[in-house]
């Protein structure tokens, strides 16, 4: 951020001016190298068990439009809560989605157990590309509110009890013979809220094949929700933040902060071999040619072949 930006804020913040401009100057390099060591950092020793994916969009003064922010946040094996990566993207096209998986895997962060996100066509294509044997859910929040604007208001609370039913269902066949049954019933009635409900079905389902009580967590992206929260309360006092860079770097030194406060192991030794025992069923820990791999040989990989 600009020096300017960090005094106002915090007069913003606390009603006064409270740092001189060195101070504001050191802070600003400060949160510089931060950010730096955070983006290049080594992944290969977080153990990755579930992996959430989400944007946050805000006001850029240079250009007069708003510019997202694509956060990935993960649960690790032992339960800690983890910023893993920020990137700058004005859409989550598969393009700019498969450059921040890329990412995360040249710095060494195996494939995640699961995946949540929205229904970003781009995002959900990258992940079934990159991690084709991790298991990519569906947000229930998001889809419970697409459900919600393709009923009428009258007949939503009987509807929605019925898809909570379904979501919570004991076991996968369970919830699949429940779906069936809520389709069978409301097809004629409400066709464009059944046809959301089978809208990447799979995917919708995908919560059922981990530890029950771990379905709570993986079935939303309320983590990266939870975190944009704390985010908002300090980009609201800026009308407009000068370019991507100053949003980047705002953005960073709210998150990491929550990062920090969440990062509590709190899985027990049970629920760890549970998580084990998932990478093992979908043998996320066998090698496989990632993207990065199949790519054309680059001028690195050609020089090695040759030394060779």
């Given at each position: 951020?600009?020096?300017?930006?960090?005094?106002?804020?915090?007069?913003?913040?606390?009603?006064?001016?409270?740092?001189?401009?060195?101070?504001?100057?050191?802070?600003?390099?400060?949160?510089?190298?931060?950010?730096?060591?955070f983006?290049?950092?080594?992944?290969?020793?977080?153990?990755?068990?579930?992996?959430?994916?989400?944007?946050?969009?805000?006001?850029?003064?240079?250009w007069?439009?708003?510019?997202?922010?694509?956060c990935?946040?993960?649960?690790?094996?032992?339960?800690?809560?983890?910023?893993?990566?920020?990137?700058?993207?004005?859409?989550e096209?598969?393009?700019?989605?498969?450059?921040?998986?890329?990412?995360?895997?040249?710095?060494?962060?195996?494939?995640?157990?699961?995946?949540?996100?929205?229904?970003?066509?781009?995002?959900?294509?990258?992940?079934?590309?990159?991690?084709?044997?991790?298991?990519?859910?569906?947000?229930?929040?998001?889809?419970?509110?697409?459900?919600?604007?393709?009923?009428?208001?009258?007949?939503?609370?009987?509807?929605?009890?019925?898809?909570?039913?379904?979501?919570?269902?004991?076991?996968?066949?369970?919830?699949?013979?429940?779906r069936?049954?809520?389709?069978?019933?409301?097809?004629?009635?409400?066709?464009?809220?059944?046809?959301?409900?089978?809208?990447?079905?799979?995917?919708?389902?995908?919560?059922?094949?981990?530890?029950?009580?771990?379905?709570?967590?993986?079935?939303?992206?309320?983590?990266?929700?939870?975190?944009?929260?704390?985010?908002?309360?300090?980009?609201?006092?800026?009308?407009?933040?000068?370019?991507?860079?100053?949003?980047?770097?705002?953005?960073?030194?709210?998150?990491?902060?929550?990062?920090?406060?969440?990062?509590?192991?709190?899985?027990?030794?049970?629920?760890?071999?549970?998580?084990?025992?998932?990478?093992?069923?979908?043998?996320?820990?066998e090698?496989?040619?990632?993207l990065?791999?199949?790519?054309?040989?680059?001028?690195?990989?050609?020089?090695?072949?040759?030394?060779?």
């Open positions: 951020m600009s020096q300017r930006d960090i005094e106002y804020g915090l007069e913003q913040a606390v009603g006064q001016f409270v740092l001189s401009k060195s101070a504001v100057s050191e802070i600003a390099e400060s949160l510089t190298e931060e950010y730096e060591a983006r290049t950092r080594d992944l290969s020793q977080e153990q990755v068990a579930y992996l959430f994916m989400d944007t946050v969009y805000e006001p850029l003064r240079r007069g439009q708003k510019t997202g922010v694509l990935v946040w993960a649960i690790c094996e032992d339960g800690r809560k983890v910023l893993l990566s920020l990137s700058t993207t004005n859409s096209s598969y393009e700019s989605c498969v450059e921040v998986l890329r990412d995360l895997g040249k710095r060494g962060m195996c494939p995640p157990g699961t995946i949540t996100t929205d229904g970003a066509l781009g995002l959900t294509k990258a992940i079934d590309a990159m991690w084709p044997k991790s298991l990519r859910i569906r947000c229930w929040f998001h889809k419970m509110k697409n459900l919600e604007q393709r009923v009428p208001e009258q007949a939503w609370p009987a509807f929605k009890a019925l898809v909570v039913d379904l979501r919570d269902a004991p076991t996968r066949k369970k919830a699949e013979e429940r069936d049954q809520i389709v069978a019933q409301y097809q004629r009635e409400f066709p464009e809220a059944c046809r959301c409900l089978l809208d990447d079905t799979d995917a919708s389902l995908n919560h059922l094949e981990v530890p029950q009580r771990h379905q709570q967590y993986v079935r939303t992206s309320n983590l990266a929700e939870r975190a944009f929260v704390e985010e908002r309360r300090r980009t609201k006092v800026i009308p407009h933040l000068q370019d991507e860079r100053s949003l980047v770097q705002l953005v960073f030194a709210v998150l990491i902060r929550v990062s920090d406060r969440w990062n509590k192991k709190s899985f027990s030794a049970l629920e760890q071999h549970q998580i084990r025992s998932l990478r093992r069923r979908r043998k996320l820990d090698h496989e040619v990632s990065q791999e199949s790519q054309p040989d680059t001028p690195t990989r050609r020089s090695a072949a040759s030394a060779a």
